[in-house]
């Protein structure tokens, strides 16, 4: 089974305005973290936010917010007001093992290419 | 920059061939993570050390092999090569294995094609 997906393969979205990129999640662990990375065309891997399944509040980075919903385990990413240069891939992944010392490596989902149109 | 530094940017080579990669960690971090990202497999978690022990093995073929030496850099080496191997290979590195440290930061890849 997968640990993450992301469903929507392509995302278009007008400049300025928000968009939210899907990603469910399946963990029996209780204690595990979640990401969003950045991958522009040149191919580099930037880290966006983080969200840990004990945080109480959502995780917020500046116009990065995610929207986390333990009990339907999803955590989609919001973009506000999208600029350009957030055009890119877009991957969501998951760390299990957090709390009880042995935390794994990331598992990634299959990414959504966000386009931001001018 | 992400601190974590991978040699060489990009690759040419033959099928049959044989490569190393290189990877320095950011300075501190102690665990490093090998991934692979090809078009139809996505990213694909190969293999981690922490410290110089293998602490973790994902979808790494037989052919693959890493090590990571006392000084904390880390090496690839992919071996009789072939046209599937062609991919975008990421290092990256964290600070601790057991403990949560947080996200991973990732290298800008090296990018192998083989012919």
């Known amino acids: 089974a997968q640990k993450i997906t992301q469903t929507q393969p392509g995302m278009f979205v007008q400049e300025k305005e928000a968009v939210t990129l899907d990603c469910t999640y399946d963990?029996?662990?209780?204690?595990?973290?979640l990401f969003w990375y950045k991958q522009p065309s040149s191919g580099e891997m930037i880290f966006l936010i983080y969200?840990?399944?004990?945080?109480?509040q959502n995780a917020t980075e500046g116009r990065y917010s995610l929207n986390f919903q333990k009990a339907r385990k999803s955590a989609n990413l919001v973009i506000s007001a999208s600029q350009l240069g957030d055009s890119a891939m877009y991957f969501c992944?998951?760390?299990?093992?957090?709390?009880?010392?042995?935390?794994?490596?990331?598992?990634f989902g299959s990414g959504t290419q966000l386009t931001v149109l001018p | 920059d992400s601190g974590v530094t991978q040699t060489p940017k990009h690759l040419i080579t033959a099928t049959g061939q044989r490569v190393t990669l290189r990877c320095s960690p950011r300075?501190?971090?102690?665990?490093v993570y090998w991934y692979q990202q090809s078009l139809d497999q996505g990213l694909q978690f190969l293999i981690q050390?922490?410290?110089?022990?293998?602490?973790a093995k994902g979808n790494i073929l037989e052919r693959f092999s890493a090590q990571q030496f006392p000084d904390l850099h880390s090496e690839l080496n992919l071996s009789s090569l072939e046209l599937g191997d062609s991919a975008l290979y990421f290092c990256?590195?964290?600070?601790?294995?057991?403990?949560?440290?947080?996200?991973?930061?990732f290298g800008e890849g090296s990018r192998l094609t083989v012919l």
């Open positions: 963990t029996s662990d209780p204690s595990y973290g």
């Open positions: 050390y922490y410290n110089g022990e293998e602490r």
């Open positions: 992944a998951m760390r299990e093992g957090i709390s009880s010392g042995s935390a794994r490596q990331l598992t």
């Open positions: 969200q840990g399944s004990y945080d109480q």
């Open positions: 300075s501190g971090d102690l665990s």
């Open positions: 990256a590195s964290s600070v601790a294995a057991g403990q949560f440290a947080g996200e991973l930061f």
